[in-house]
């Protein structure tokens, strides 16, 4: 096994930020020394992509809001299930980030950043959800996607910014009607789908992977019945690293 090399390093106010590669497609993403995501382990980034946007083959000229780009496994996942009349907007708080996904990583997935469909805004998604829920209707989204190497869990308090009970209704007034708010978690928390269902959403849950930590993909959608169907539990969902990223 080849020994891992630092291709890129940046300070965050998380500690260092860094890209690393061993092989022609085995890559790291790790945040102070601690593994944020693999290319070799995206099965969970796929599966949130998918689910949030393969109802919107259809429709002409679908707006999509992707918070965290991390390798870009979730943009390529959703790109692919878009049509061309697309609009997909990407909020991602490190602009090293990009850099990577149009550089040293970018075929990884055949350079999802650079379709013609896709606008990579530094901000924080929270603040974009938050802008679209306060704006006019057609600034409004079919889907958001949240995929970020913090899920919500039983921690997560009412007040959280991206979690919490006022997260979640801001998703909701982002959306448009029978819009879809998918977010990935590194394992179940009954507490986050209670709070989806009370915002107005039918929640559904999948924990798409094989073995491994449980990760889950809630899908949510707007204004349908709020009965939670959840997959097996034996489907434990392995998805990324060994640590949760997106």
């Given at each position: ?30 945040i ?23 109802g919107l ?6 707006r ?8 870009g ?9 878009l ?6 907007t990407v909020?991602e708080l ?9 550089g ?22 929270a603040?974009a ?8 209707p057609?600034?409004?989204?079919d889907?958001i996607v ?5 899920g919500?869990?039983a ?7 991206l979690?919490g009970?006022?997260?979640?209704h801001n ?13 990935w ?6 507490g986050?789908?209670?709070r ?51």
């Amino acid at each position: 096994m080849k020994p891992w090399r630092t291709v890129d390093t940046v300070e965050t106010r998380e500690g260092p930020l860094a890209l690393k590669q061993r092989d022609v497609r085995d890559f790291l993403i790790t945040i102070a020394g601690r593994v944020l995501m693999s290319s070799t382990a995206f099965r969970s980034e796929v599966a949130l992509g998918e689910a949030a946007c393969g109802g919107l083959q259809s429709y002409a000229a679908p707006r999509v809001l992707v918070g965290g780009l991390g390798m870009g496994f979730t943009l390529r996942a959703v790109l692919d299930r878009l049509p061309a009349g697309a609009r997909v907007t990407v909020a991602e708080l490190n602009p090293v980030t990009e850099t990577w996904c149009r550089g040293p990583i970018a075929h990884l997935t055949d350079n999802a950043v650079a379709d013609p469909r896709v606008t990579v805004e530094i901000t924080d998604v929270a603040k974009a959800i938050a802008q679209a829920a306060g704006g006019p209707p057609g600034g409004r989204y079919d889907a958001i996607v949240i995929d970020l190497y913090v899920g919500p869990d039983a921690g997560t308090r009412d007040g959280d910014p991206l979690y919490g009970r006022k997260a979640v209704h801001n998703a909701a007034q982002a959306l448009t009607a029978g819009g879809v708010f998918a977010t990935w978690g590194e394992a179940y928390d009954a507490g986050y789908a209670r709070r989806l269902e009370k915002a107005g959403f039918g929640v559904k849950t999948d924990r798409p992977g094989r073995g491994g930590l449980k990760h889950v993909v809630y899908l949510a959608k707007k204004g349908s019945a709020a009965a939670r169907a959840s997959t097996p539990a034996s489907r434990a969902g392995r998805g990324r690293g060994p640590a949760p990223r997106g």
